[in-house]
């Protein structure tokens, strides 16, 4: 029996090769991004899944009143972490952590390389394997532990237990013994290093031991079980009051009010799990996983719409089958016979597309990696709870798209199936209502692209107050101080035709190919008045070379000495200050060393476009370190420039790797999510919009079909090409009008929520959305169009005997 | 075998009731040979369908074997269906999908008979009918009679009391329609009753009996053995 049924599945498919082509086309492209979509969704859901203490593991952030509302600070100063040990019971394991990228030496190789710095208990809380050597290098000071990788990279082997490595700490090299080998981490980790090195070794580590207002780095630390969160907060509040005293009383006499607990300042925890999804609310951190949620939904809105079009298919071309069925009915098929029969086709074309789809991702994944940039692999997706969600899902789609015919069919009286008659509307309603969806989804889809891109253009093209086209960028990653490296800059490239000016500052506009971004901020009083700022040391010429605009004042000057005594502010903070004339402004810091403001630069977004501008103070600090170099090209030798530069770089900087970027797209690399979003959203409306057509096609080729008859005659009676397509394709551009009218509320809706987290943002009007429906309308009808077309051009003689 | 007692059928529309039997009462007997005929409309084909249990009558009684089957649901009508009538039609109705061999098999597939024996059943038929030859092709690879001769063996493979005709030779010329009425007196013969509605007097001097219908009721009967 069963291989009748297989074997009549095959012939039947055999036989209608044009749909069965179409449909295994659309399902295995359908399954192919689904399974692509899922892959990428699951890698970033799974982000930190696989440490055996998550439950427990919690990143320590703090949530302060201000005049502003609550505010969230996840740095914390060097004594915050083992105070807290010592002070509160329910924690069980803390550590302290600090990113840094270091060069790193052995023997004659020198590389850069990703370290962390972090306390003893580091590796007890996170697992990360030790492949050799000691099982926590990190009790004592000046052992190390390098991942296999990093030590093939730098060492060429892994044996290197003993081994001594010299890292460049701030400009002094210290020497390191390897005392540890850790197994490669999984790419859903986090924490990427390729170093752990004791805390106590971190830059300005004995300045800052004590001192409870410098904030630097973040805090991991693990509950004793089954505390919560609550008594957790509930413990810390001494310890807050106790260690905190000063800030509370700056805060009281500003006028802040507490909050629900009588309190400035209250220690919340984050899971760990969470760190990469959180979003900040009212001063409290929360996990947002709506990204790869959206991907998810994608990837089901995309099977769904291939699903929908092979219901569409078999509904449609049921009709041909009647005699078939009735014929079997005839001869004693039970209904479940006739279901099973039915059901199993759809089963065998699902099963095909599967496999074909998951052999063409196969295909397309490295591809896909780097566009969605994601480590994730097939492996991501076997895990035992995946794969059964995966089954019954596709038993339910089959069931859905293959078993909905069939139950229309089977359920047929047998002289009915016989006589191949059926009465087609409750297929057609279906039919209709199906198209509706599908093309709802297009153009929610269609729509969403529009207003990403629109969103992001604006983003990019916006005046960010400062000069981004024409700008380099470099990292000073060498091993020599900035200063030197930026006196050579000067020397070598200053009589360049090429090159206009350039300056330095301890941080970079956008994100660079380095990566790493940081703000310093700092608070003082001014005239009784909480002051706070980011502080920012910049180089000579800096608001020349980033082509900023002076409001008042002036900027630094080489003439004049007494500017290294000097402030620039920004407009923002200038009306904090609230003075009428911001040049009068002077201020005497802790060491007593007075500072006077002497210009006013136009606010320019310094940090990045999702925040509002900031205030923002510039020094001119000859003690503090540059930590990139900015160089301003003539346009119209952009290309050259940047060669020249780079060579200039690599004389002066030998041992350092050029990552030189033009800020244009290190702003670009600040709407990476974004980015990715856009692409994901494209992808899958391409993606939507292609299947729908196809769906369309086929259905309009049956219905072409069906009505091949009734277009013979109405040619014989005067109807013209026109008249005939035009009533071919009405009925379907209604549906794609109705689709139009349900999708673009929901749209709006969603787009409108979006772009709420944005301060600068596109304003939306219809014209975006009606575009999107012109788009649908126009595919579907040039998908139409090919089959009524022809049809309509008939001769109707042969429509007629076609019939 | 067969008893109609004042079987009654109508059709109906949103405005037009047409009646299609109209209180026809007769009977058939175990191997009979019955040739029903009537002009087209008269109501043949709605018989040989309540006949055949794939519709029910509305009225009226209908005695097969002895059991009352007006009234029986699709399930128990399809039950004493395939392990009783077989058919022929008009057109043939074969599956395209498949094969002459398998379009005969089909019948003992949906009375749970094993493979092997299946297979020693259907071979034994398609012999029968001298159309084993053909058992690996498809319907559309054949001639009209052997299409038709394929529909007579499955009908028969599963050896019913009756096999119902309807227009068994409407689509063959007459060497081929001779050959499949003279395969249904040898299956007459062998003791199968048949019924077969007809258009041809031809044909129809192949049976026992005639029955000539017009307007849903029974004019008149000629027994010609």
Sequence with gaps: MFKNYIKIAFRNLLKNKVFTLLNIFGLTIAFCVAILLAIGAYDTLGKDQFHKQKENLYQVYTTVQSLKGPQVGQSMPAPFAPT????????????????????????????????????????????????????????????????????KLLLDTEDVIGKTIVLDIAGTAKPFVIASVLEDSVSANSLNFQLLVNFENSPNYKRNIDRWNASYHSVFLQLVNNTSLSQFEESTRAFTKKNYSGDDERLERDGVAKDANGQYRQLRLTPFVDRTFTTYKNGIIEADRTMPYLVLAIALLILFIASVNFINMTVAKSAKRLQEIGMRKTLGASRKQIFIQLWLESVFIFSISILLGTLLGNALLNDFQTLFRTAGTFATLVKPNIILGVLLVLVSITLIAGGYPSYLLSKLGTLTALKGKMDVSSGTRLRNSLIVIQFGIAILLISGTIVLNNQIDF?????????????????????????????????????????????????????????????????????GRSIST?????????????????????????????????????????????????????????????????????????????????????????????????????????????????????????????????????????????????????????????????????????????????????????????????LLVKDFLKLVALAFLIATPIAWYMSFQWL???????????????????????????????????????????????? | MIQIKELEKYYKTEEVQTIALNK??????????????????????????????????????????????????????????????????????????????????????????????????????????????????????????QQQRVAVARAVVNNPKLILADEPTGNLDSVNGNEVMDLLIDLNEAGTTIIMVTHSEHDAKYSHRIIRMLDGQKVTENILV
């Excluded at chain 1, 970079?508 to 703000?519: A, I």
């Excluded at chain 2, 043939?92 to 398998?102: A, G, K, M, P, S």
């Design chain 1, 84 to 151: 807290l040990k010592k002070e509160v019971q329910s924690v069980s394991k803390i550590t302290r952590h600090y990113e840094d990228n270091l060069l790193a030496t052995y023997n004659e190789k020198t590389l850069q390389m990703d370290v962390s710095y972090v306390d003893a208990p580091f590796l007890e809380m996170f697992t990360f394997p030790v492949f050799k050597g000691e099982k926590n290098p990190l009790h004592k000071i000046k052992t190390v532990a390098i991942t296999k990788k990093a030590a």
């Design chain 2, 24 to 145: 026809l009462s007769f009977e058939v007997k175990e191997g009979e040979f019955v040739a029903i005929m009537g002009p087209s409309g008269c109501g043949k084909s709605t018989l040989l369908n309540i006949l055949g249990l794939l519709d029910d009558p509305d009225g009226g009684s209908f005695k097969f074997n002895g059991e009352e089957v007006a009234g029986y649901n699709e399930r128990k009508r399809a039950q004493l269906r395939k392990h009783n009538v077989g058919f022929v039609f008009q057109s043939f109705n074969l599956i395209d999908e498949l094969t002459v061999f398998e379009n005969v098999e089909l019948p003992l597939i949906y009375t749970g008979v094993k493979p092997a024996e299946r297979k020693k059943r259907v071979e034994e038929v398609l012999e029968k009918m001298q159309i084993m030859h053909r058992r690996n092709h498809f319907p559309q690879q054949l001639s009209g009679g």
């Design chain 1, 756 to 803: 709420q987290d944005y301060p600068y943002r596109i304003s939306l009007n219809l014209g975006l959305f009606f575009l999107a429906g012109c788009i649908a309308v126009c595919i579907a009808m040039v998908t139409i169009s090919f089959k009524t077309l022809q049809a309509a051009l008939q001769n109707p003689v042969d429509s007629l005997r076609s019939e």
């Design chain 1, 534 to 726: 980011h502080s920012l040391t910049v180089g000579y010429d800096y608001v020349e070379t980033l082509g900023m605009e002076m409001v008042a004042g002036r900027n630094f000057s080489r003439d004049r000495a007494s500017d290294s005594l000097s402030m620039v502010i920004n407009e923002t903070l200038a009306k904090e200050y609230g003075k009428e004339n911001p040049l009068e402004i002077s201020i005497s810091f802790d060491n007593g060393v007075r500072y006077n403001v002497i210009g006013v630069v136009k606010d320019y977004n310094f940090r990045n476009l999702k925040e509002n501008v900031e205030p923002l103070t510039m020094y001119l600090n000859n003690n503090s370190d540059y930590l990139y170099a900015f160089v301003k090209v003539d346009a119209k030798n952009a290309i050259a420039a940047f060669d020249k530069i780079e060579a200039a770089w690599k004389s002066i900087n030998p041992d350092a790797t050029f990552l030189g970027t033009f800020l244009d797209e290190n702003i670009d690399r600040t709407l990476r999510r974004e980015k990715i979003m856009t692409t994901i959203i494209t992808s899958g409306s391409i993606v939507a919009i292609i299947l729908s057509c196809i769906g369309l096609f086929a259905i309009s080729l049956l219905m072409v079909n069906q009505r091949t008859k009734e277009i013979g005659v109405r040619k014989i009676v005067g109807a013209s090409v026109f008249g005939l397509a035009s």
């Design chain 1, 459 to 527: 983003l990019r093209q916006k005046d960010l107050g400062f000069n981004k086209d024409n700008v380099v960028s470099i990292p000073f990653n060498g091993k020599l101080d900035s200063k030197t490296v930026l006196r050579r800059l000067r020397s070598q490239l200053q009589n360049q035709p090429e090159i206009i000016s350039i300056t330095a500052a301890d941080n970079n506009l956008g994100r660079g190919k380095d990566g790493s971004g940081y703000t310093s901020v700092s608070g003082f009083d001014y005239e």
